[in-house]
């Protein structure tokens, strides 16, 4: 290595060989990193921020959010918001959850929790409170998030149809309540809101069940035991037991009505109170009448029946005071709704299909030979009274088609009749002269104890020796008749003589039956014999 | 007398280089991936150190975070050192600069604590269905940085130090 000129070149030639050789280590070392880091990188997910009413079972670093029980992610702060009013919790989720973080999706803390008859979350007793992540649908794609106070009752994916109904009032209903078909479990409520006129409730129908809910379903209240107290009797009505406990929606469609298309999504129903409200007809025919009474209408209710000989064909509406101008008289106005579609012709045609005339022809003609409205107890325990249309044995009334309703004649009620007899026998009855006639009695009664009182006086001062005369001939009659007593002595004495006699005859009879020669003759003498 | 090491400070450098580049992924990526009943965890050092110490084991927590963080931070620190003061052919403390090699040396191994706490962790620790341990990607470059840390300071002559001294001497 002599020549000083080319050290430079070997050194060179040396180093460019071994400055890779050496140099590999860190460049394996940097694309070890880089690749670590970039996988890390493209390992970690979206961020998100979800808030809460309060930050209870979430911890950070270690609350997962899930879904269907996967983790998909964890939380790795939490913080107050700025106003204090909410908790941010900042959530850092796997890369596959990004395209379902969208509008719709939802949070909520899962812990355990016991609400509308089912029990949820017992795991998170081990495991801690976790977030419950349900995906949503939209396409809008999101970060922050408002988590929900209580867990969705149904989650965004599975099958069926969501409803609102509309309500007067919530009854016992609350997120979660059971609806029920055929007493079947057939979905939940999932919520319910303040409406103006009353409340919107919203309900889900799982899969099954939704081909069920049909554009004409009704929907009723099954909230807890229905007792109702009306014309026909008690009723106890429910759906089940976990409905007895928290109340529920049922469903049905009415019976006889024929196969009608499917509801559409979001279709608006009204949810009634009961079955029977929710099930009756809608009748489209209707015909109003104002009947007049002039008697005390307490146990009418609005919805009582009207009955024809036992057939429903009304109900009655508004009971309300009127005064009858110029008469002097309060009556009770009753209207009624009448239904023709309940009665038939008897040559088959639905009444419906009369006209007008033809129907005011045949009311006259009802009128005319005596049917007439009166109020019936329907059940003397209850006192609740119903709207009977029957015949009475009356004439002269007609229908009133000037009023407005038309005005139907009415008969004053049996009882009321009864009442109104019994109140004339009670008049008569206080005419007679009570008063006068207790005092006359009581004359007659003093005079009798006068009587008495003499009668008595008199004859016991008579009987009292009569009595010791009576005593004394009983006493000699005794005297007389016992066995020493001489006439006893003399009769047996005599008795003895009449048989010594009787015995003296015997003996002359037998003789002269031996001898009858003897009674011309004589006896003979002894001593031939 | 030992033979004199070929291309020591080119080597010692590229290794160095090495450790530190993946020093970053070692502290930053979790070295152990703990799955039990309840949940599953990724723990990075730091993280280790930090549960350590909130929780109460504080000689611990020092222990991990001199073994794993500490040494071979100032390992790196004096290597780097020590090369540049050769590479700048200083003259500063060559008997200081020395001893702080051998010191390096000697410490060297026990930075692979934490690396043999998660190996024994995840040997133990396979009761499936209760908990599960395995080693995440920053166990990875951790042992690679303890190793190449070793390398470095393997490939470091501390002839070197004094040849400054001669040639400054010269």
Known sequence: ?529 | MKPRKPHSLRRTWAFLVAAIILYVPANVLPVMHTEWLSGSEDDTILSGVIYLWSSGSWPLALVVFVASISVPLLKMAALAFLAASVQLRSTWQPRQRARLYRIVELIGRWSMLDIYVTAILVALVQAKALATIHAGPGALAFAAVVVLTMLAAMSFDPRLIWDAQRHGSR
């Open chain 1, 1 to 529: 290595m002599d020549p000083a000129e080319t050290p430079e070149a070997v050194a060179a030639s040396r180093a460019r060989w071994s400055l890779p050789a050496v140099w590999l280590v860190p460049l394996v070392a940097a694309l070890l990193a880089g690749w670590l880091g970039v996988k890390a990188v493209l390992e970690r997910g979206p961020a998100i921020t979800i808030r809460f009413k309060s930050a209870d079972g979430i911890e950070a670093g270690k609350t997962k959010l899930k879904y269907k029980n996967v983790q998909i992610g964890i939380v790795k702060s939490v913080a107050l918001s700025p106003d204090l009013k909410e908790v941010i919790a900042t959530a850092e989720l796997v890369k596959d959850a990004k395209p379902h973080l969208v509008e719709d999706t939802r949070f909520w803390v899962v812990k355990p929790r016991i609400a509308a008859g089912t029990v949820s979350g017992l795991d998170t007793l081990l495991s801690g409170a976790y977030i419950g992540v349900d995906a949503g649908k939209s396409g809008k794609s999101r970060r922050e998030f408002a988590g929900l106070d209580a867990p969705p009752v149904v989650a965004g994916d599975s099958p069926g149809a969501l409803l609102v109904l509309h309500a007067a009032s919530a009854g016992s209903l609350e997120v979660g309540s059971p609806v029920f078909f055929r007493r079947l479990p057939a979905g939940q409520v999932t919520g319910c809101e303040l409406d103006p006129d009353g409340v919107k409730v919203s309900v889900f129908i799982n899969a099954p069940f939704d081909q069920y809910v049909t554009s004409n379903a009704r929907f009723w209240h099954a909230s807890g035991i229905e007792v109702k107290l009306d014309a026909n009797g008690i009723r106890v009505d429910t759906q089940s037991l976990v409905s007895i406990l928290i109340g529920g929606v049922a469903f049905d469609t009415p019976p006889g009505t024929t196969a009608v298309a499917r509801a559409a999504a979001s279709t608006e129903f009204r949810l009634f109170e009961n079955p029977t409200e929710a099930m009756k007809n809608p009748e489209a025919d209707k015909l109003e009448f104002t009947m007049l009474f002039n008697e005390s209408v307490r146990g009418l209710q609005p919805g009582a029946p009207v009955d024809f000989r036992g057939i429903t064909v009304g109900e009655v509406g508004a009971v309300r005071m009127q005064m009858a101008p110029g008469a002097g008289e309060v009556l009770v106005a009753v209207q009624a709704t009448i239904y023709p579609s309940r009665i038939e012709w008897q040559d088959g045609v639905r009444s419906t299909a009369g006209s007008r005339e033809r129907r005011r022809r045949f009311i006259d003609a009802l009128v005319a030979s005596g049917m007439r409205a009166q109020l019936r107890p329907a059940s003397l325990v209850t006192h609740q009274l119903y709207l009977a249309l029957d015949f009475f044995p009356v004439k002269g009334a007609k229908v009133n088609w000037a009023a407005s309703p038309p005005q139907l004649p009415t008969q004053k009620a049996t009882l009321v009749e009864l009442e109104t007899a019994i109140g004339s026998l009670a008049a008569k009855l206080e005419k007679v002269p009570l008063d006068d006639l207790a005092g006359d009695l009581r004359q007659t009664l003093q005079s009798a104890q006068r009587l008495i009182d003499h009668i008595d006086a008199e004859v016991a001062s008579e009987v009292g020796p009569t009595l010791a005369q009576a005593r004394k001939t009983l006493a000699s009659a005794d005297r007389l008749l016992s066995s020493d007593s001489p006439l006893q002595t003399d009769s047996r004495q005599a008795m003895r003589e009449v048989a010594r006699a009787a015995q003296a005859f015997r003996v002359l009879a037998d003789y002269l039956e031996r001898h009858p020669e003897a009674l011309l003759v004589g006896k003979k003498d002894e001593g031939t014999k």
